[in-house]
């Protein structure tokens, strides 16, 4: 979208009959601090954000990232407490909250890209359609911070079956072209190594797309259960709910290159599924 109304001819490849992937199966929300949506709620969060603070003092005292923005929030705390105008919140306490979920082994760096971006995205998605007005609390954040969307009968709804389709409209309002049912196979490299395109599989037929940049957004590997096991031999055995194309080629062409990866161990599992059903 942002491609398009940069005013670039956008062609997306999508290996699924449909968009989306797992963003589709997303319930929850979308998590982002310092969002003037937030301020139309009233602060009852005290104790979550005390909480927070102890942790990080009695649980990660030895953690620089964690102590430093331990320190930058309790100042920002007892600021709000000694005049409390609006809903507190920061991108620092977002930041906190998210090195303590992540049990301090995260990157700060990617912790504070992502959290600082947080505010920016809600707003971005606003201006193409899709408007998360409802803020709640959730689990992982000391104060209400995720952002959810409602019907038009003001009921909260899930984030990803509304979102997506919103996507792909403006997408499609901007003329991208939408390839569904064409799985990415490989990126194609010109005499200096540069990516300059991407070969694909329609079916039978190999189709092959120039392009001056290629923008990798291909999901993860939860679906590829030989590839788990791969990175973190300890789960052997279990079972996924994620969307079926989530099969990790994008990373085997990536690093077919050249690409670097990170973290891939770093799997986490959810122990909120009926597996039978």
Not at 30 to 39: G, V
Not at 166 to 194: F, I, P, Q, Y
Not at 212 to 226: W, Y
Request: glycine residues 12%.
């Amino acid at each position: 979208i942002t491609a398009a109304d940069a005013g670039k001819t956008v062609v997306l490849i999508e290996g699924q009959p449909m968009v989306g992937g797992n963003s589709v199966r997303a319930t929850g929300g979308m998590n982002a601090a310092k969002t003037p949506l937030q301020d139309a709620n009233e602060f009852g969060e005290s104790a979550g954000v005390e909480k927070t603070l102890a942790s990080a003092a009695g649980s990660y005292a030895d953690n620089e990232t964690i102590t430093a923005l331990a320190a930058t929030v309790k100042e920002q705390w007892d600021a709000y407490q000694a005049n409390p105008e609006g809903y507190f919140d920061s991108v620092e306490l977002m930041e906190l909250d998210t090195m303590i979920g992540g049990k301090g082994v995260n990157d700060p760096e990617l912790v504070k890209t992502l959290c600082e971006n947080s505010a920016a995205s809600i707003e971005w998605l606003d201006t193409v359609g899709a408007k998360l007005t409802s803020v709640g609390s959730f689990g992982g954040a000391s104060v209400k911070r995720i952002h959810r969307p409602v019907n038009d009968e003001g009921k909260t709804i899930a984030v990803g079956s509304y979102i997506v389709p919103v996507l792909e409209k403006a997408c499609t309002d901007r003329g991208v072209t939408l390839l569904t049912n064409t799985l990415a196979a490989a990126l194609k490299t010109n005499e200096s190594g540069a990516v300059c395109g991407v070969t694909a599989m329609a079916g039978e037929t190999e189709i092959t797309v120039n392009a001056k940049a290629v923008i990798l957004a291909t999901g993860g590997f939860g679906a590829n259960l030989d590839m788990v096991t791969e990175y973190k031999p300890e789960l052997a055995g279990f079972m996924t709910t994620n969307a079926p194309g989530a099969q990790g080629q994008g990373i085997a062409m990536a690093t077919a290159v050249g690409a670097a990866t990170v973290d891939m161990d770093q799997i986490q599992i959810h122990p909120t599924v009926e597996a039978n059903t």
